[in-house]
Structures are given as structure tokens and as C-alpha cells.
T-cell receptor
Framework: DAKTTQPNSMESNEEEPVHLPCNHS???????IHWYRQLPSQGPEYVIH???SNVNNRMASLAIAEDRKSSTLILHRATLRDAAVYYC????????????FGSGTQLTVLP | DTEVTQTPKHLVMGMTNKKSLKCEQH?????MYWYKQKAKKPPELMFV???????INESVPSRFSPECPNSSLLNLHLHALQPEDSALYLC?????????????FGSGTRLTVV
């Protein structure tokens, strides 16, 4: 399976934008880029996903590099409730797909 | 209903006990998953059910026995566990094999083996 690399931790100030990077240099053409987050004492929560084009939803934006070897999750205005571990995961299409978590980025939001 | 419900939320069991974890979803999802998460570690996949059939077993010891009685329910039967099996057990579901759709996770069962 293609792997992802994320910083172990990041800090952000409340109400400021946050850019969470992810490198996936061995991504294949059929891998989707998924982002999940896990708040303390909860199960992971789907945030956003994309294949080639940038994506926006109510939670975040996903910017995908043109060569697809990296992506960035953008939280437009961080709140204290966004403090969580953020996981960038490659998910292959087809019947053998499964969500495999890496170590993720611990985001701390400072008031 | 857009949730995955796991019961119980907490479970303490002895090493000779038999217990079961339950997971339920009513979103019409046809794939369901069990994950295990140790403290400060990412979730690790244990089992995958697709259309009520076991499709992936990630070399999990036989003291963990999954069961999918119907498309909405997933159980994990536990027997003769060890203290190192103490962890958060997460259930998830997804619509099926289409990669563009996300997984929905439950809040987990926190298991302590004494």
C-alpha cells in the first residue's frame, strides 16, 4: 500500500487558518486521498476526500498538488473544537480497499 | 440515521470471561469493519465484512471472533483475552467497495481485561 507522511504535531491559534500537509510520493493513479480526524475519546470522523481536483465542504478544503504527490488539508478558521489527530490516508479503489491509518498529525489549537 | 452505534461503551472483563461487543448501523452500508486502538496509537484494522461475508482477517488471534448476523449488525465475541488486549475497539461502516465514499465510525468500546 502507498504510504503517507505527516508531521507529528502542529499548533495553530484560534480563528486562524490551518494548513495540514501530507506527502504521498508513491500514490498510484487510482488512490483517493482521504482525511479523517479523531477528537479525544471519540472514533475517527470523516473530513474530506479527493482524487485530483481541489475539494471543499463545510468542514474543510483539500488542496491536491498537480502531480498528486502531496496534499494539504485546510481548516479555514480553527476553533478549539478542531483540536484532534488528523489522518491523511490513501484509499485504493476496487474490492480490496481498506482504510489503513498512519500516525497522523496532532493539532493543538491555542486560545 | 447517520450513526454507527456501539455497545457497551465500557467493558471490564476477566481473562476467563466470554463477552461480546455489538455494533449497529441503519445507513444501508454493506461493508463493516472492526478496528483496535491502543492508547496514543492509530487504529489498526482487525476484520472486514463485505455483504455480510468476512473478507479480511488481519491475522487476529482466535480469541477474537467476529460475526455479522445481518447487514445492520456486527458483533465481536471475546473469549480468554489477555491484559494486552485492553484497548478501544472501534466499529466502522461504509457503503461498499466504492472508494470515493467515506467511512462512518462509532465512538468505540473501551475494553479493560483484568
Amino acid at each position: 500500500d502507498a504510504k503517507t507522511t505527516q508531521p507529528n504535531s502542529m499548533e495553530s491559534n484560534e480563528e486562524e487558518p490551518v494548513h495540514l500537509p501530507c506527502n504521498h510520493s508513491t500514490i498510484s493513479g487510482t488512490d483517493y486521498i482521504h482525511w479523517y480526524r479523531q477528537l479525544p475519546s471519540q472514533g475517527p470522523e470523516y473530513v474530506i476526500h479527493g482524487l485530483t481536483s481541489n475539494v471543499n465542504n463545510r468542514m474543510a478544503s483539500l488542496a491536491i498538488a498537480e502531480d498528486r504527490k502531496s496534499s494539504t488539508l485546510i481548516l479555514h478558521r480553527a476553533t478549539l473544537r478542531d483540536a484532534a489527530v488528523y489522518y491523511c490516508i490513501l484509499l485504493a479503489s476496487g474490492s480490496a480497499r481498506q482504510l489503513t491509518f498512519g500516525s497522523g498529525t496532532q493539532l493543538t489549537v491555542l486560545p | 440515521d447517520t450513526e454507527v452505534t456501539q455497545t457497551p461503551k465500557h467493558l471490564v472483563m476477566g481473562m476467563t470471561n466470554k463477552k461480546s461487543l455489538k455494533c449497529e448501523q441503519h445507513m444501508g452500508h454493506r461493508a463493516m469493519y472492526w478496528y483496535k486502538q491502543k492508547a496514543k496509537k492509530p487504529p489498526e484494522l482487525m476484520f472486514v465484512y463485505s455483504y455480510e461475508k468476512l473478507s479480511i482477517n488481519e491475522s487476529v488471534p482466535s480469541r477474537f471472533s467476529p460475526e455479522c448476523p445481518n447487514s445492520s449488525l456486527l458483533n465481536l465475541h471475546l473469549h480468554a483475552l489477555q491484559p494486552e488486549d485492553s484497548a478501544l475497539y472501534l466499529c466502522a461502516s461504509s457503503q461498499g467497495r466504492r472508494a470515493m465514499l467515506g467511512y462512518t465510525f462509532g465512538s468505540g468500546t473501551r475494553l479493560t481485561v483484568v
